[in-house]
């Protein structure tokens, strides 16, 4: 037993343990609270340093607990886990840091935090599973800690919004369980990887495991945001910012999206899904979201609501690469799954601030706000350059390698998806910037709150400059080993020569 | 016809008669010797059994059916306390109808 | 074994004991003569557990006694995990009780609780159908008496419904046994199992048994007496009557089931059994939704998950053993976790309606914000028994789901999902409550910190039992007579 191997654990009880302290002290302590959550964020990240370098010495650190007879829980860091954990805990710093910001002065802030890192762990559990088993009681335990948050507010609008959630997610869930189970019943245990005992099954209950992928796809697909289960994503704005930035970012879609990534690459292997031709209504239907999303962000006035379209959009570009049959699609997939969290967490934190500083919520309300707020209408412009996909922004690399990837498979249909997506996003975000930068102020602002400070306070606004920063940087370094594209590379190259 | 079959069918139409008296009255007195007579139709199968050995009676029975008489008064005890403070709380002897379930 | 070493006497002797002595000591001493009682019931069974992992079944012959005359008690894998369930949940529920309950009805309260242990474990220990008579006999008068001591007009009421309805299902008990006593000559199980044979009497008399036992189980549509007297009853009450005291007649009635090899032969009343259950889910998980009375809510949610645990009779099937087997452990583990999630779930409603001082669901607004520890205590408990993982209830709904997969049987497979969604909704919908924000003052009384621990302890325990399921699974696989009886 390698002391390497407890590391998996370790990650995950950082923010379980964070959690559970956090419920127990008092409302008031304010500063103890923010001390242990940005701790276990750091310790967190130290700790996902060590498994990286492990994965990258092809060591893969595993726990394993006997729930029932032949069935174990799994904590087991591949490079693939490794990609959301980390994507998960550096932006679980930010967004911490921004929380602490938004949500100073007001209540419940135990309550909220408590399960806020309780959500993380969930995520830190969905991207460690090592078993469609472990990953399912993650993946739900997901959906209880965010429901605290989405209804936190506590007003009428908040608990329609928890409650519509709920429905998609739990229904969701339901789906998922049903196709796990089944999936248990014909194979036995089929830990992540283990894709030839999948390819026996195919084997033997072609029409069967075609059914179970549907259920999974479709149980996953709800989180994942993809049309039609995409109904709840919007609603639950309602949620506070870092919440949004939460859920679309980091946790909810992208867990859905992993799982997604986790079904297709290790239990049903993805040559095997290309040869039963699962992949090509899955390139459909991720498609048909891309533009659908973009087209109803268009038709958007509320800028957190137009930004909930665009990540129904965004999201379903990591489909598209994952159903791309060849390395450059999946490399353009699996990186869009760190570069899309990077842009929109942005965009949410600026949208957040722009609400907490001056009130602004509509977009019409945004004109000449780049005099007011500049630092934070330069972070808006980087993550909207970025989910337009301008060079040098990260997001322009996600589309160069679907794009690579689409010619690869022989789907050159889906060259033109990316094109349209791309205008559609230039014009719903083209206008929103022209209106920050060149249009003059309209009267007063709807509702200031900050008058003495040029821009938003500190803490609202670091964590936006940061992640800006980083969208550019992992364009700009993309060629390094440990930049999101190195990192899905690696993967690739690892899924391909299995 | 042996006393066995007798008592039996004697027990059997007891536990009958007292079914139906529960079920069918309201009162929860008569409900409650309507559960005395099941009961009793029960014991009386039992002792029934008995009887069987010719003469020679199974004792493990009749330390049995004495167990259930214990059993049964103090059911039946149980039973009158309860309806007592009912009838002291609400001064009436019947349960309103049901219509929560 | 003699008398000393052996815990089996003792987890008798101790609580009937108990129920006499805080009968007649002054009021002031009950809490510490039982506290002390406590203390050796939880080691006794503890040290029974230890005893039957290690050395297997154990018998015990009462003051020497033998058969037919004497008391026998046997532990086995099934009746051990039961003794430690009710020592774990019945302590917990006695903490409570002592705190929240005045001097005086605490006083009042000890007699009972310790009769209705006794009996429980009577029960669980019982080598022969009259002593389980008994048992449930004394069952029934401790848990009426406890559900009468709210003393108001509504628990009156619901003690006497339970009273009628649990003394009708006692004698059609009796009367079955008392004719496969007639048929066969003894009332030991293990020798009434040999010698079983299916003529006309016994179908009668299991009949009538069966039909004994589901009433008292309060199985679908024979649930009406169990809501208004488990959601009347004061609350630590209401946690025992949900979390143990139904399970002794369903305990009695799976003895019955697999040790006289009913479904190998009676296959289309198991399927029947599960119908039963399908209904008691649907129907349970709906008037719950439609409640308005949060411990009604609760009550509800009791009928529904028997419905859960009775889908394990059409799945313990002669066809297939591995099904069976997995429809087995499924069902003691829902059971198990039922137990402590319900008893946690209850405690914590008393508490919620304690700060609010009304029991309906509207007056909870602002209650997760006031309360935050044992909203939370509620969520973990409604985690448990929404099947959603991870959870004891989880892995039990997991074992269910393939057990119905492998038998085949995959309209349970509908049931139990619908089922999920329907629990989800009913306890969702209290907790949307209790995150509305209201104009109404906040007034609330403030319950004291330990009370709200015990909640939570209990509630954990049903979250814990999804990592450590292995542990009660291998307890009731541990080889005797009903192993050997399963398919």
Same mark, same amino acid.
């Given at each position: 037993m390698n002391w390497t191997d407890s590391l998996p654990l370790a990650v995950l009880m950082t923010s379980f343990l964070a959690a559970t302290i956090i419920f127990m002290l008092p409302e008031q302590k304010h500063i103890l609270r923010s001390t242990i959550n940005l701790g276990a964020a750091c310790i967190k990240i130290i700790l996902i340093i060590f498994l990286i370098q492990a994965v990258l010495q092809q060591n893969y650190p595993e726990v394993r607990l006997e729930v029932l007879p032949g069935l174990d829980l799994i904590l087991r860091a591949d490079s693939l886990a490794i990609l959301f954990a980390g994507l998960s805990s550096v932006l679980w710093l930010f967004t911490t840091l921004y929380a602490i910001g938004y949500l100073e002065n007001s209540p419940n802030r135990s309550r909220f935090f408590g399960y806020f890192s309780l959500c993380v762990a969930s995520t830190m559990g969905i991207s460690l599973a090592g078993n469609l088993f472990t990953f399912l009681i993650f993946y739900e335990l997901l959906t209880l800690s965010t429901y605290p948050l989405v209804v936190h507010r506590g007003n009428t609008a908040s608990i329609k919004a928890g409650r519509t959630y709920l429905i998609y997610t739990l229904t969701g869930g339901v789906v998922l369980l049903l196709g796990v189970a089944s999936l248990y019943a014909l194979g036995g245990d089929i830990a992540f990887g283990d894709i030839e005992r999948t390819a026996a099954l195919v084997g033997t209950w072609p029409e069967l495991m075609t059914?179970?992928?549907?259920?999974?796809?479709?149980?996953?697909?709800?989180?994942?945001?993809?049309?039609?289960?995409?109904?709840?994503?919007?609603?639950?704005?309602?949620?506070?910012?870092?919440?949004?930035?939460?859920?679309?970012?980091?946790a909810v879609v992208k867990a859905g999206a992993f799982g997604i990534v986790r079904v297709v690459y290790d239990i049903y292997g993805i040559e095997l899904s290309w040869q039963q031709g699962l992949l090509y209504p899955i390139a459909i239907i991720a498609s048909f979201t891309i533009l659908y999303g973009s087209w109803r962000a268009l038709q958007q006035i509320d800028i957190k609501k137009r930004l909930a379209f665009s990540t129904v959009s965004q999201v379903s570009?990591?489909?598209?690469?994952?159903?791309?049959?060849?390395?450059?699609?999946?490399?353009g997939g699996l990186v869009h799954l760190l570069h899309q969290g990077l842009m929109k967490v942005t965009l949410f934190f600026c949208a957040g601030n722009y609400a907490e500083t001056l009130g602004i919520h509509k977009i019409h309300e945004l004109d000449g706000v780049g005099q007011r707020m500049p630092f934070t209408s330069i972070a808006f412009t980087v993550g909207a350059m970025g989910m337009i996909g301008l060079p040098p922004v990260a997001g322009f690399i996600s589309k160069w390698y679907l794009g690579m990837g689409a010619l690869e498979a022989?789907?050159?249909?889906?060259?033109?998806?990316?094109?349209?997506?791309?205008?559609?996003?230039?014009?719903?975000?083209?206008?929103?910037?022209?209106?920050?930068?060149?249009?003059?102020?309209?009267?007063?602002?709807?509702?200031?709150?900050?008058?003495?400070?040029?821009?938003?306070?500190?803490?609202?606004?670091i964590p936006a400059l940061v992640t800006a920063s980083l969208s550019i940087a992992a364009g700009l370094f993309a060629s390094s080993i440990l930049s999101p594209l190195g990192w899905a590379e690696l993967i690739t190259l690892r899924e391909y020569l299995r | 016809m042996d006393t066995?079959?007798?008592?039996?069918?004697?027990?059997?139409?007891?536990?009958?008669?007292?079914?139906?008296?529960? *079920?069918?009255?309201?009162? %929860?007195?008569?409900?409650?010797?309507?559960?005395? %007579?099941i009961g009793n139709g029960t014991f009386l *199968?039992? =002792?029934?059994?008995?009887?069987?050995?010719?003469?020679?009676?199974?004792?493990?029975?009749?330390?049995? =059916?004495?167990?259930?008489?214990? =059993?049964?008064?103090?059911?039946?005890?149980?039973?009158?306390?309860?309806?007592?403070?009912?009838?002291?709380?609400?001064?009436?002897?019947?349960?309103?109808?049901?219509?929560?379930? | 074994m003699n008398m000393i070493l052996s815990p089996i006497p003792w987890l008798l002797v101790i609580p009937l004991a108990g129920a006499v002595l805080t009968m007649l000591i002054p009021l002031n001493w009950r809490s510490p003569a039982s506290m002390f009682g406590l203390l050796t019931q939880l080691l006794a069974?503890?040290?029974?557990?230890? @005893?039957?992992?290690?050395?297997?079944?154990?018998?015990?012959?009462?003051?020497?006694?033998?058969?037919?005359?004497?008391?026998?008690?046997?532990?086995?894998?099934?009746?051990?995990?039961?003794?430690?369930?009710?020592? +774990?949940?019945?302590?917990?529920?006695?903490?409570?009780?002592?705190?929240?309950?005045?001097?005086?009805?605490?006083?009042?309260?000890?007699?009972?609780?310790?009769?209705?242990?006794?009996?429980?474990?009577?029960?669980?220990?019982?080598?022969?159908?009259?002593?389980?008579?008994?048992?449930?006999?004394? #069952?029934?008068?401790? /848990?009426?008496?406890?559900?009468?001591?709210a003393s108001d007009e509504r628990s009156l009421e619901a003690s006497i419904r339970y009273l009628y309805a649990a003394l009708l299902g006692s004698m059609a008990y009796l009367l079955g046994v008392a004719l496969l006593y007639g048929a066969q000559g003894t009332l030991a199980m293990d020798s009434l199992a040999e010698t079983w044979h299916w003529g006309p009497t016994n179908q009668v008399a299991i009949t009538l048994i069966l039909g004994g036992l589901l009433l008292k189980t309060a199985v679908f549509p024979m649930h009406t007496w169990l809501p208004p007297a488990h959601g009347g009853a004061l609350?630590?009450?209401?946690?025992? +009557?949900?979390?143990?005291?139904?399970?002794?007649?369903?305990?009695?009635?799976?003895?019955?089931?697999?040790?006289?090899?009913?479904?190998?032969?009676?296959?289309? #009343?198991?399927?029947?059994?599960?119908?039963?259950?399908?209904?008691?889910?649907?129907?349970?998980?709906?008037?719950?939704?439609?409640?308005?009375?949060?411990?009604?809510?609760?009550?509800?949610? !009791?009928?529904? @998950?028997?419905?859960?645990?009775?889908?394990?009779?059409?799945?313990? !099937? /002669?066809?297939?053993?591995?099904?069976?087997?997995?429809?087995?452990?499924?069902?003691?583990?829902?059971?198990?976790?039922?137990?402590?999630a319900k008893a946690g779930m209850f405690l914590a409603a008393g508490n919620l309606i304690y700060c609010t001082g009304k029991p309906d669901l509207a007056s909870l607004a602002g209650m997760s914000r006031y309360r935050p520890l044992n909203i939370f205590a509620f969520g973990l408990a409604g985690v448990s028994l929404m099947g959603l993982p991870p959870s004891g209830g989880f892995n039990a709904k997991w074992l269910l789901l393939q057990s119905s997969f492998l038998s085949g049987q995959w309209w349970w497979i509908v049931v139990l999902l619908i089922g999920s969604l329907l629990s989800a909704a009913y306890i969702f919908r209290v907790f949307a409550y209790t995150y509305q924000e209201t104009e109404a003052t906040d007034s609330f009384r403030r319950p004291p910190i330990t009370i709200e621990l015990i909640a939570l302890c209990l509630s954990v325990a049903s979250i814990l039992l999804g990592f450590l399921s292995i542990w009660p699974v291998n307890v009731v696989s541990l080889p005797g007579p009903f192993m050997e009886a399963m398919p």
């Amino acid at each position: 037993m390698n002391w390497t191997d407890s590391l998996p654990l370790a990650v995950l009880m950082t923010s379980f343990l964070a959690a559970t302290i956090i419920f127990m002290l008092p409302e008031q302590k304010h500063i103890l609270r923010s001390t242990i959550n940005l701790g276990a964020a750091c310790i967190k990240i130290i700790l996902i340093i060590f498994l990286i370098q492990a994965v990258l010495q092809q060591n893969y650190p595993e726990v394993r607990l006997e729930v029932l007879p032949g069935l174990d829980l799994i904590l087991r860091a591949d490079s693939l886990a490794i990609l959301f954990a980390g994507l998960s805990s550096v932006l679980w710093l930010f967004t911490t840091l921004y929380a602490i910001g938004y949500l100073e002065n007001s209540p419940n802030r135990s309550r909220f935090f408590g399960y806020f890192s309780l959500c993380v762990a969930s995520t830190m559990g969905i991207s460690l599973a090592g078993n469609l088993f472990t990953f399912l009681i993650f993946y739900e335990l997901l959906t209880l800690s965010t429901y605290p948050l989405v209804v936190h507010r506590g007003n009428t609008a908040s608990i329609k919004a928890g409650r519509t959630y709920l429905i998609y997610t739990l229904t969701g869930g339901v789906v998922l369980l049903l196709g796990v189970a089944s999936l248990y019943a014909l194979g036995g245990d089929i830990a992540f990887g283990d894709i030839e005992r999948t390819a026996a099954l195919v084997g033997t209950w072609p029409e069967l495991m075609t059914i179970i992928f549907i259920l999974l796809i479709a149980g996953l697909g709800v989180k994942a945001a993809i049309f039609p289960f995409h109904g709840w994503l919007p609603t639950a704005m309602v949620a506070p910012a870092p919440v949004s930035a939460l859920l679309h970012a980091v946790a909810v879609v992208k867990a859905g999206a992993f799982g997604i990534v986790r079904v297709v690459y290790d239990i049903y292997g993805i040559e095997l899904s290309w040869q039963q031709g699962l992949l090509y209504p899955i390139a459909i239907i991720a498609s048909f979201t891309i533009l659908y999303g973009s087209w109803r962000a268009l038709q958007q006035i509320d800028i957190k609501k137009r930004l909930a379209f665009s990540t129904v959009s965004q999201v379903s570009y990591i489909l598209l690469g994952i159903s791309l049959f060849g390395p450059l699609g999946t490399i353009g997939g699996l990186v869009h799954l760190l570069h899309q969290g990077l842009m929109k967490v942005t965009l949410f934190f600026c949208a957040g601030n722009y609400a907490e500083t001056l009130g602004i919520h509509k977009i019409h309300e945004l004109d000449g706000v780049g005099q007011r707020m500049p630092f934070t209408s330069i972070a808006f412009t980087v993550g909207a350059m970025g989910m337009i996909g301008l060079p040098p922004v990260a997001g322009f690399i996600s589309k160069w390698y679907l794009g690579m990837g689409a010619l690869e498979a022989n789907m050159g249909w889906v060259i033109f998806i990316l094109i349209g997506s791309s205008l559609l996003n230039a014009a719903y975000f083209l206008p929103v910037l022209k209106r920050i930068w060149f249009n003059p102020q309209q009267g007063s602002w709807p509702h200031e709150r900050v008058s003495n400070c040029r821009d938003a306070i500190p803490l609202l606004l670091i964590p936006a400059l940061v992640t800006a920063s980083l969208s550019i940087a992992a364009g700009l370094f993309a060629s390094s080993i440990l930049s999101p594209l190195g990192w899905a590379e690696l993967i690739t190259l690892r899924e391909y020569l299995r | 016809m042996d006393t066995n079959l007798i008592f039996t069918l004697g027990g059997i139409g007891l536990c009958g008669l007292g079914l139906f008296g529960f *079920i069918y009255h309201c009162h %929860l007195l008569r409900r409650l010797i309507a559960f005395n %007579l099941i009961g009793n139709g029960t014991f009386l *199968i039992m =002792v029934g059994f008995a009887q069987r050995g010719q003469g020679v009676t199974d004792h493990v029975i009749q330390a049995l =059916v004495l167990t259930g008489i214990v =059993v049964a008064v103090s059911a039946t005890a149980l039973a009158l306390v309860l309806i007592r403070r009912w009838f002291h709380l609400k001064g009436s002897t019947q349960l309103p109808e049901d219509d929560a379930s | 074994m003699n008398m000393i070493l052996s815990p089996i006497p003792w987890l008798l002797v101790i609580p009937l004991a108990g129920a006499v002595l805080t009968m007649l000591i002054p009021l002031n001493w009950r809490s510490p003569a039982s506290m002390f009682g406590l203390l050796t019931q939880l080691l006794a069974s503890l040290l029974l557990g230890y @005893q039957v992992s290690q050395y297997g079944t154990q018998i015990y012959a009462m003051a020497d006694w033998q058969a037919p005359l004497g008391i026998a008690l046997r532990a086995d894998g099934l009746a051990t995990l039961f003794i430690l369930m009710s020592s +774990l949940v019945a302590t917990a529920c006695a903490l409570y009780a002592h705190l929240y309950l005045n001097l005086t009805k605490r006083g009042h309260f000890w007699p009972l609780l310790w009769f209705l242990w006794a009996s429980l474990n009577g029960i669980w220990l019982a080598a022969d159908t009259f002593n389980l008579y008994v048992g449930l006999e004394l #069952l029934t008068f401790a /848990a009426v008496g406890l559900v009468a001591f709210a003393s108001d007009e509504r628990s009156l009421e619901a003690s006497i419904r339970y009273l009628y309805a649990a003394l009708l299902g006692s004698m059609a008990y009796l009367l079955g046994v008392a004719l496969l006593y007639g048929a066969q000559g003894t009332l030991a199980m293990d020798s009434l199992a040999e010698t079983w044979h299916w003529g006309p009497t016994n179908q009668v008399a299991i009949t009538l048994i069966l039909g004994g036992l589901l009433l008292k189980t309060a199985v679908f549509p024979m649930h009406t007496w169990l809501p208004p007297a488990h959601g009347g009853a004061l609350t630590p009450v209401s946690a025992l +009557l949900s979390a143990l005291v139904i399970k002794a007649s369903f305990y009695i009635l799976l003895r019955f089931w697999v040790e006289f090899e009913v479904y190998r032969h009676l296959p289309s #009343l198991s399927q029947l059994l599960g119908v039963l259950g399908a209904g008691a889910i649907i129907w349970g998980g709906w008037m719950a939704l439609k409640q308005t009375h949060l411990k009604m809510v609760v009550a509800y949610s !009791t009928v529904a @998950q028997i419905g859960y645990i009775s889908l394990m009779f059409p799945l313990l !099937t /002669a066809e297939n053993s591995e099904a069976s087997l997995m429809a087995y452990h499924g069902g003691i583990l829902m059971l198990l976790a039922h137990a402590f999630a319900k008893a946690g779930m209850f405690l914590a409603a008393g508490n919620l309606i304690y700060c609010t001082g009304k029991p309906d669901l509207a007056s909870l607004a602002g209650m997760s914000r006031y309360r935050p520890l044992n909203i939370f205590a509620f969520g973990l408990a409604g985690v448990s028994l929404m099947g959603l993982p991870p959870s004891g209830g989880f892995n039990a709904k997991w074992l269910l789901l393939q057990s119905s997969f492998l038998s085949g049987q995959w309209w349970w497979i509908v049931v139990l999902l619908i089922g999920s969604l329907l629990s989800a909704a009913y306890i969702f919908r209290v907790f949307a409550y209790t995150y509305q924000e209201t104009e109404a003052t906040d007034s609330f009384r403030r319950p004291p910190i330990t009370i709200e621990l015990i909640a939570l302890c209990l509630s954990v325990a049903s979250i814990l039992l999804g990592f450590l399921s292995i542990w009660p699974v291998n307890v009731v696989s541990l080889p005797g007579p009903f192993m050997e009886a399963m398919p």
